[in-house]
T-cell receptor, first 112, second 113 residues
Framework: NAGVTQTPKFRVLKTGQSMTLLCAQD?????MYWYRQDPGMGLRLIHYSVGEGTTAKGEVPDGYNVSRLKKQNFLLGLESAAPSQTSVYFC???????????FGSGTRLTVV | GDSVTQMEGPVTLSEEAFLTINCTYTATGYPSLFWYVQYPGEGLQLLLK?????DKGSNKGFEATYRKETTSFHLEKGSVQVSDSAVYFCALSDRSGNTPLVFGKGTRLSVIA
């Protein structure tokens, strides 16, 4: 069972570079989420999607864009990376009928 | 907006000690409450949940009771093991589940043999 797969697992970027984080789920879940985890801050919601072709902003959306072109994939983009975006990024998914989230194992991003 | 406050860590306990991690919440409606656990190097996993007042969620020896009068959902375990060392997150969502989970800041637990 793959569940939620995040790629890459680790990445180092230089300030100003761009990149895309990929989240893929094979459980046919409608809802998908991107969170960032920072020391002492817990998890904060960046963007989320309640279905293919739909996205919405979370608590900390600035500097990020997302796309949900296919139901199973949720992409998180950084157009111009900043050191403040150094974090661990987690993707999660769920069905509308369930309130339990399935999380990926995370992407550790460092911006230098 | 809705928020969750949980006790600051880290918490260090000896094996077989009693564990309490406090969690209180602020919500405009009548939320569902959750505890998630994150083991080193992994993503979060649902540990237990409760959806209405006085409900008790339980799993793997952990328990938490939904207390509406005190807006609390404290996590307890009678006898911790080294394998319980992890970060624990309290979280809430509205009853409909339409709003994303709101997490507390997490409490790191270390259990020593």
């Amino acid at each position: 069972n793959a569940g939620v797969t995040q790629t890459p697992k680790f990445r180092v970027l230089k300030t100003g570079q761009s990149m895309t984080l990929l989240c893929a789920q094979d459980m046919n879940h409608e809802y998908m989420y991107w969170y960032r985890q920072d020391p002492g801050m817990g998890l904060r919601l960046i963007h989320y999607s309640v279905g293919e072709g739909t996205t919405a902003k979370g608590e900390v959306p600035d500097g990020y864009n997302v796309s949900r072109l296919k139901k199973q994939n949720f992409l998180l983009g950084l157009e111009s990376a900043a050191p403040s975006q150094t974090s661990v990024y987690f993707c999660a998914s769920r069905t509308p009928a369930s309130d339990g989230y399935t999380f990926g194992s995370g992407t550790r991003l460092t911006v230098v | 907006g809705d928020s969750v406050t949980q006790m600051e860590g880290p918490v260090t306990l000896s094996e077989e000690a009693f564990l309490t991690i406090n969690c209180t919440y602020t919500a405009t409606g009548y939320p569902s409450l959750f505890w998630y656990v994150q083991y080193p190097g992994e993503g979060l996993q649902l540990l237990l949940k409760a959806t209405k007042a006085d409900d008790k969620g339980s799993n793997k020896g952990f328990e938490a009771t939904y207390r509406k009068e005190t807006t609390s959902f404290h996590l307890e375990k009678g006898s911790v093991q080294v394998s319980d060392s992890a970060v624990y997150f309290c979280a809430l969502s509205d009853r409909s589940g339409n709003t994303p989970l709101v997490f507390g800041k997490g409490t790191r637990l270390s259990v020593i043999a």
